[in-house]
């Protein structure tokens, strides 16, 4: 690229962040979460092995214990996050109407959070005796 | 949820992912995670700059598939065992 002929100041260029003004933030954190999603879902399948076919008593006090409820929250919310980006990646490459994509990624939002709410929430009640 | 919700709740929900449509379910949803986790690995693996050949792709998406449902097996065989 010749620096004569950009329009981008030099703060932008150095800054290294692109048009979207995140650089590599979704790359890493996408990464990040991925990470952390392989080790708590191997817990999350170890955890539902121990409680599958349990009456509720049973189910309601493994769930609520403190272990198995650090587990539920962590992997609720790096996989909330995780889910976003990757709905983010599918639309910006598959939705080509500008005002359909903001929607998509507006709704995207919002049902993620509605979800990682709920989840944790239930998980939280059942810790905390609610 | 239904068990954080009420114990009635939960029987409804236990009930249903107890009936075979709800274990068929079940089973599909590990194999979708358990697939989608490989393939993470897989892009791992990528982002060491290892494996990006034409043989070493197909290879690692064959091996991908075969494993996902190899390892599908293994932990609904496991939940029918301990159930």
Known sequence: MMAGNTMRTPLSRVLFLGAAHM??????????TGAANAVLGIAFIILMLTVI???YAD????LSSPLPALILVLLFISVAIHMRIGM????????????????ALVGSTFFTVAVAAV???????LAFGG | MAAATSEHAFQ???????????????IGFAWALIHHMLGGLRHFVWDTGRGMGKPARDNLAIANLVASVVLTIIVVAIGFMVR
């Not at chain 1, 189910?59 to 493994?62: E, I, Q, S």
């Not at chain 2, 409804?12 to 079940?26: E, K, Q």
């Open chain 1, 53 to 55: 076919g349990r009456p």
């Open chain 1, 119 to 125: 989840a944790i929430f239930a998980v939280l009640k």
């Open chain 1, 23 to 32: 650089g590599t933030t979704h790359f890493w954190r996408q990464r990040l």
């Open chain 2, 12 to 26: 409804i929900a236990d009930g249903f992912l107890g009936s075979w449509f709800g274990i068929l379910i079940l």
């Open chain 1, 88 to 103: 983010q990646v599918v639309v910006e490459d598959y939705v080509h109407s500008e005002s359909l994509k903001v929607l």
């Open chain 1, 59 to 62: 189910v309601v006090a493994t």
